[in-house]
């Protein structure tokens, strides 16, 4: 039988036909690049997707964080609260800074940051002397966290709201699109996410037209109104015209494989309901569906059951950020992160791509039932 691709590239690249090699052959031609019209092109669409006014795309994911924090001047004696359970960029732009990493908690069915434990982390840091400055929601696996309780929350503490939608460009809260829900909102075009191009990219977006020039700035290390007369500390983080290419090809075909992922989804959902704890879509809430995650307590035996049967899984992710070697020591919400330490055990990610046809779905969901 043929191999079962956990992300399959290839079958949109088909779908595109020879577009996306014409549209890297234009920018060959034209030779800009660095910041050439692709990427002015596909920062205009991305922010008018978003909702907002203002895109500046970046280097990659991890970037976009990280230029985040250096427009707010976070640093010594800030306080920043991020998810435990998400992947290691997330947190791992704030120790350098100098700030104060807090973990925090995660609920059991959305498998986002917990407000509870949010305001608990809070309290905790206040008490310690820090200034609460900024709280980094995942959208885990496609799904939003919920902004409208982390923003009160956050305005409540006078802090800023940083939406971390690596996994989740495209997605919807309450009929808001994802870029529009908080003060920042960084998204990720590594190749295996919703929206990804062939290589590093990534993205920041803002309504704050003010921060929006001071970002493009940092990205092109600082540089004033001359670029050899650089008036702040920045970074080299652009987005080559080459990837800005490659991903106006496949933004026209972006709402169609939401569409299908959708339909994937729910096909996964009817079949496997009874089988296994499948994911929980918050009402109000459009996913992305970057990953298909359900919970079982034997999940190291199933997975292995799958490989046997020819059926890719991975686990996102095996150990939350507070019990990783390279993450100890750093402040954890009152409590600790039960949910998240649970979740580590029990999650698996099916395959999930707008591309995954039924027959093959189906040899995904045989081969759970017999390993059950
Ligand atoms: C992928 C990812 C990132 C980082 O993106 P890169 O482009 O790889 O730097 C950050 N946060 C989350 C939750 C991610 O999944």
């Known amino acids: 039988m043929t191999p079962i691709p956990f992300v399959d590239l290839t079958a949109q690249r088909l779908r595109l036909g020879d577009g996306i090699e014409r549209a890297i052959a234009r920018v060959l031609a034209h030779g800009a690049f660095i910041l050439g019209p692709e990427v002015a092109e596909l920062e205009a669409k991305l922010a008018a997707m978003a909702q907002v006014s203002h895109c ?3 280097g990659n994911g991890t970037d976009a964080l990280q230029l985040v924090l250096m427009a707010e001047g976070i640093g010594p004696g800030d306080a ?45 840091a206040q008490a310690k002397g820090l200034r609460p400055r900024a709280v ?60 990804g ?46 990837q800005a290419a490659v991903l106006l090809q496949k933004l026209t075909i972006f709402e169609e494989e939401i569409e299908a992922r ?37 999940r190291d035996q ?29 402040m954890l919400a009152p409590g600790g992160a039960p949910v998240a330490e649970k979740l580590a055990g029990r999650v698996l990610s099916l395959p999930m791509h707008p591309y995954l046809d039924e027959q093959t779905q189906d040899r995904v969901v045989e081969a759970i039932r017999n390993a059950l």
Not at 207 to 223: I, M, P, Q, W
Not at 276 to 298: F, G, H, K, M, N
Not at 303 to 329: I, S
């Open 56 to 58: 500046i795309t970046c």
């Open 80 to 124: 920043i609260f991020v998810p435990s359970f998400t992947f290691v960029a997330t947190g791992e732009i704030v120790p350098p800074t100098g700030a104060t990493l807090v973990f925090v908690d995660v609920q059991e069915d959305s498998f986002n940051i917990a407000p509870d434990s949010l305001e608990a982390a809070i309290k905790a």
């Open 136 to 195: 980094i929601p995942v959208d885990l696996f496609g799904q939003p966290a919920d902004y409208d309780r982390i923003g009160a929350i956050a305005a409540a503490h006078g802090m800023i709201v940083i939406g971390d939608a690596a996994q989740s460009f495209g997605a919807h809260y309450k009929g808001r699109a994802v870029g529009s829900l908080a003060t920042y909102t960084t998204v990720s075009f590594f190749p295996s996410k919703p929206l």
């Open 197 to 242: 191009c062939y290589g590093d990219g990534g993205a920041v977006f803002t309504d704050d037209a003010e921060k929006a020039a001071l970002l493009k700035s940092l990205r092109f290390h600082g540089k004033g109104t001359d670029k050899y007369d650089n008036v702040r500390l920045g970074l080299n983080s652009r987005l080559d015209t080459i």
């Open 262 to 298: 959708q339909r994937i989804a729910a096909r996964y959902h009817s079949t496997l309901t009874n089988l296994v704890e499948t994911p929980a879509v918050t009402s109000d809430c459009r996913s992305v569906w970057a990953q298909y995650t359900i919970q079982l307590d034997a």
């Open 302 to 330: 199933l997975a292995e059951a799958c490989k046997q049967a020819g059926v890719p899984t991975a686990v996102y992710y095996p150990l939350p950020m507070h019990k990783q070697r390279g993450y100890q020591g750093h």
